[in-house]
């Protein structure tokens, strides 16, 4: 569905409940605010997550396996939260509401683990993890669940975040607004991902290089009061937001229609429909896509008998409207494309984790005296960011407008395709340096850290195009009510990919360990592991991964430029009925 012309009916309010003013609610001014709380939460959320493989194995002690485990469980739960989010937001809350609630849950996480990082009592004796003679104490009982309850505090509230942050920044930009708007729309979500990319380098730079000099401690006191700025800047502009109503629970329509095509399997869709269901306004389905893909849902819409004037009118359950199929045909035909970019997530996961350590066995002095820290290498890409988002903005934007005639330049899909076409490369620049750093390693000599810069830069550029492209894609395809809980969906994608990471390496070592020794990646030391052969395995990946998802982005165009007839007529007797 072009579901830009179903929101535009949507009823929106200022904090007060009252309904909008066209002038002095909404736009880029309110949305600014919105991208505060962006650039600070992911500043605090990122100067963790991406040191905490660090801090877990250099001060919890956990084996390095089990330690990248412990990042990616904690980011994935992070993202797979989103959906929790998503759903109390369009449901019950509100994105407003729901950001400042959970924004205090993930404060106090930081705070709590700011006080474990810094009491000795809460951690075990301090100890050379690289020694390899097993006399490090791993954090257990008591210390361990501190460790966790912070953590995943901090994940809770991030993850319940996220999704609203980006659903509400869209809700200050009307449906109404025509090209207009999709354009400002597009703007904005560039904006926000501009905002993700400075979050991210000054966490990557100023706040990774006060953990390393300064303790995790202080690094985590950082990330508390960035996120105390965030809260502050989301509450700055309560005044100027529009605020989309909750529309009640998501699922139980969607499930109605689930139950009722069930439960009318054996009726027979006609192709003229005279005994229909209750109808929707046409707009619904004159544009809809999606009208000759999963056709059993219609017969949720086909009347079990003539209603007469004493008949009793049929259960909702058994009876749906057609925009409430065309809901849940929606989110049937996009979880093709988003099962698509899990494997992408994947990637980034080793970009957190396993690639911070293959940094720290590089050599990290540049100039011979400044030491770069592993996990600020991770910013480079995103310095590069802030320099090519505008650049897409004010240059690519404006010449593909000119040579495709599609307004935001390059459709979402496409731009997805982009990324995913494009990120194998950045698993095969990993793959070639660490082959590379390993043989040096074994003549005793080490390879300069700057080398596994073009895993990170050519990742960078690949998320550009994905991540935003799955971002404005979901956003735009949402149904009234549906817009945070879509949106939680691109989150739940890194979710699912950075859970198949901890998959994939404890499947990889137990199956590479059969004939003796302990696998590819069951060492600490990665001189005697082999993470090369990993990478090469996840450059493979990304390839079937790219051709699925040509198949999967055609599938769904498919019927783009019809219009559904029969789900036209129903919806017209419908709202003939409803008028007599």
């Known amino acids: 569905m072009d579901v830009e012309s179903s929101t535009a009916h949507e009823v929106s309010v200022d904090w007060r409940g009252r309904p909008c003013e066209p002038g002095r609610h909404g736009g880029m001014r309110a949305a600014v605010f919105v991208l505060g709380i962006q650039a600070f939460e992911i500043m605090a959320i990122a100067a963790v997550g991406n040191n905490l493989i660090t801090y877990v194995f250099g001060e919890m002690h956990f084996p390095l396996s089990e330690a990248a485990n412990v990042v990616t469980n904690f980011v994935g739960t992070i993202f797979l939260l989103s959906l929790l989010g998503g759903f109390l937001s369009d449901s019950y809350l509100g994105c407003f509401w729901t950001m400042l609630t959970f924004g205090f849950v993930e404060l106090s996480g930081f705070i709590l683990l700011s006080v474990q990082a810094h009491l000795p009592q809460l951690k075990p004796p301090p100890c050379n993890m690289a020694s390899m003679d097993g006399s490090c104490e ?78 995790m401690d202080v690094g985590f006191g950082i990330s508390a009061a960035a996120m105390a700025a965030g809260l502050i800047s989301l509450v700055s502009g309560a005044a100027f937001y529009r605020n989309k109503p909750p529309q009640g629970s998501i699922f139980t329509p969607i499930a109605r229609v689930f139950v009722a095509s069930f439960s009318k399997r054996k009726q027979v869709c006609p192709t003229n429909p005279g005994n229909v269901g209750i109808g929707e306004p046409a707009r619904l389905a004159g544009s809809f896509r999606h009208g000759n893909k999963f056709r059993f849902l219609d017969k949720a819409c086909v009347r079990d008998a003539e209603q007469g004037g004493n008949t009793k009118p ?126 040096l390693s074994a003549s005793g000599a080490r390879m300069s850290v700057l080398w596994i810069v073009p895993q990170f830069l050519v990742f960078g550029v690949s998320e550009m195009f994905t991540a935003v492209g799955l971002i404005e894609f979901f956003y735009k395809q949402a149904c009234a009510g549906m817009q945070s809980f879509l949106t939680a969906l691109t989150y739940c994608s890194y979710a699912f990919g950075f859970y198949l990471s901890s998959v994939l390496v404890t499947t990889v070592n137990r199956v590479t360990a059969r004939h003796g020794g302990a696998g590819w990646l069951g060492d600490n030391d990665l001189n005697k592991d082999r993470l090369d052969l990993f990478y090469w395995m996840l450059a493979a990946l990304s390839v079937l991964n790219f051709f699925c998802y040509l198949v999967c982005a055609r599938w769904y165009n498919s019927g783009a430029d019809g219009s559904d007839a029969a789900s036209a007529q129903i919806a017209a007797e419908g709202d003939a009925k409803e008028i007599s």
């Not at 979500?189 to 730079?205: D, I, R, W």
Request: net charge positive; with cysteine.
């Open 314 to 439: 049929e259960s909702p359950w058994r009876l749906c409207t057609v925009s409430e199929v065309q809901q849940a045909k929606t989110l049937l035909a996009v979880t093709p494309i988003f099962a698509c970019t899990i494997v992408f997530n994947t990637v980034l996961a080793q970009l957190q984790t396993f690639s911070v350590q293959q940094g720290s066995a590089m050599d990290t002095v540049l100039g011979g005296a400044f030491r770069v820290p592993p996990a600020s290498l991770q910013a480079i890409p995103y310095a590069m960011l802030l320099l090519l988002v505008p650049a897409y903005e004010l240059l690519l934007v404006p010449f593909m407008k000119r040579l495709t005639g599609t307004r935001s330049g390059i459709t979402p899909l496409q731009r997805i395709g982009v990324g995913l076409g494009t990120v194998a490369f950045s698993m095969v620049a990993a793959a070639t340096v660490e082959r590379r750093r390993r043989d």
């Open 138 to 215: 791993q954090a257990r009982g008591f210390k361990s669940s501190i460790f966790f309850v912070a953590l995943y505090l901090v994940a809770l509230g991030s993850g319940c975040l996220k999704p609203n942050m980006i659903a509400h920044g869209g809700d200050q930009f009307s449906s109404s607004g025509g090209s207009d708007n999709a354009k400002s729309l597009s703007t904005y979500f560039n904006s926000a991902y501009f905002s993700f990319c400075l979050g991210e380098l000054v966490a990557l730079t100023a706040l990774v290089w006060v953990q390393t000099h300064s303790g």
